[in-house]
T-cell receptor, first 117, second 116 residues
Framework: AQKVTQAQTEISVVEKEDVTLDCVYETRDTTYYLFWYKQPPSGELVFLIRRNSFDEQNEISGRYSWNFQKSTSSFNFTITASQVVDSAVYFCALSESYTGANSKLTFGKGITLSVRP | SAVISQKPSRDICQRGTSLTIQCQVDSQVTMMFWYRQQPGQSLTLIATANQGSEATYESGFVIDKFPISRPNLTFSTLTVSNMSPEDSSIYLC?????????????FGEGSRLTVL
């Protein structure tokens, strides 16, 4: 069975601080996909990134970066120079595939990030 | 990409009644999923909506409580039957586009139900 653990429940930082959101996953599959979603107060889920199990390269997109380490089954997300607009709940998720029936997601419990001015 | 419209966006319902939520996509999709997000909780998959056949339910969810239809490649409904306050949640439709290759699963904005 798949499992995603986000041990941090709430994080509060001051604007411009860097913050890292942790994600640890469990799966027996050799091929799998990891995701991060953002859920702002308005409620919609915003896709941030997908990473497959064969690509361990770190990725940077603007102020966002992701560190994928298979050895520790972790897929951590760092926001650099945080902004108030980053305040949201962030979910890490796992799937066996990104097409077909196995594209269904197993979500972590989410991390509530509050960025104070 | 896919634009998903869910209706209603929110509703307040009485205990014992049923409510049907609609999910309409602006393009054909292969997979449609229904998730539930209880207050302050994560998202849990209810079922996979299969076109032209019965939905595939996850453990803990049954067809009598959450009947699902999917008549075509762009539309699905989820009914929450005989509602109780414990059914107060956000219900989200998620899709995989027919021509999707980015790995992005698209989510609707959700239907927020409050059961009194």
């Amino acid at each position: 069975a798949q499992k995603v653990t986000q041990a941090q429940t709430e994080i509060s930082v001051v604007e411009k601080e860097d913050v890292t959101l942790d994600c640890v996953y469990e799966t027996r599959d050799t091929t799998y996909y990891l995701f991060w979603y953002k859920q702002p107060p308005s409620g919609e889920l915003v896709f941030l990134i997908r990473r497959n199990s064969f690509d361990e390269q770190n990725e940077i997109s603007g102020r966002y970066s992701w560190n994928f380490q298979k050895s520790t089954s972790s897929f951590n997300f760092t926001i650099t120079a945080s902004q108030v607009v980053d305040s949201a709940v962030y979910f890490c998720a796992l799937s066996e595939s990104y097409t077909g029936a196995n594209s269904k997601l197993t979500f972590g419990k989410g991390i509530t990030l509050s960025v104070r001015p | 990409s896919a634009v998903i419209s869910q209706k209603p966006s929110r509703d307040i319902c009485q205990r014992g009644t049923s409510l049907t939520i609609q999910c309409q996509v602006d393009s054909q999709v292969t997979m449609m999923f229904w998730y539930r997000q209880q207050p302050g909780q994560s998202l849990t998959l209810i079922a996979t909506a299969n076109q032209g056949s019965e939905a595939t339910y996850e453990s803990g969810f049954v067809i009598d409580k959450f009947p699902i239809s999917r008549p075509n490649l762009t539309f699905s409904t989820l009914t929450v039957s005989n509602m109780s306050p414990e059914d107060s949640s956000i219900y989200l439709c998620s899709v995989v586009p027919l021509n999707g290759n980015t790995g992005e699963l698209f989510f609707g904005e959700g239907s927020r139900l409050t059961v009194l």
